[in-house]
């Protein structure tokens, strides 16, 4: 079992940075894959950025030079740094991770909104 925790949301204005963070505990070895999906509400949750033990990562078109995000293995955490909001990223953000090559695991989920 792999717990998340998600801090950083908020409410911003359009053009702003937010920087979310999520912590992972309980059964942490082994995370072959951390990363944020977002789901706006009457969406369906999508892929925001996801980054693989190695370093790699993947972003969504949408996020595109906007976004960054990198983790530390050490300490078990994956920052999602978020800049130039808009306000079409307003949603809730949930942190994701991949346990054993099987397993996903979600957080609780944050609230970003960005007002126009």
């Known amino acids: 079992q792999v717990q998340l925790v998600e801090s950083g949301g908020g409410l911003v204005q359009a053009g702003d940075s937010l920087r979310l963070s999520c912590a992972a505990s309980g059964n942490r070895f082994s995370i072959n894959v951390r990363g944020w999906y977002r789901q706006a509400p009457g969406k369906q949750r999508e892929l925001v950025a996801l980054?693989?033990?190695?370093?790699?990562?993947n972003y969504a078109d949408s996020v595109k030079g906007r976004f960054t995000i990198s983790r530390d293995n050490a300490k078990n955490t994956v920052d999602l740094q978020m800049n130039s909001l808009k306000p079409e990223d307003t949603a809730i953000y949930y942190c994701?991770?991949?346990?054993?090559?099987?397993?996903?695991?979600w957080g609780q989920g944050t609230q970003v909104t960005v007002s126009s």
């Open positions: 980054i693989s033990s190695g370093g790699s990562t």
């Open positions: 994701y991770v991949r346990h054993l090559g099987v397993y996903d695991y």
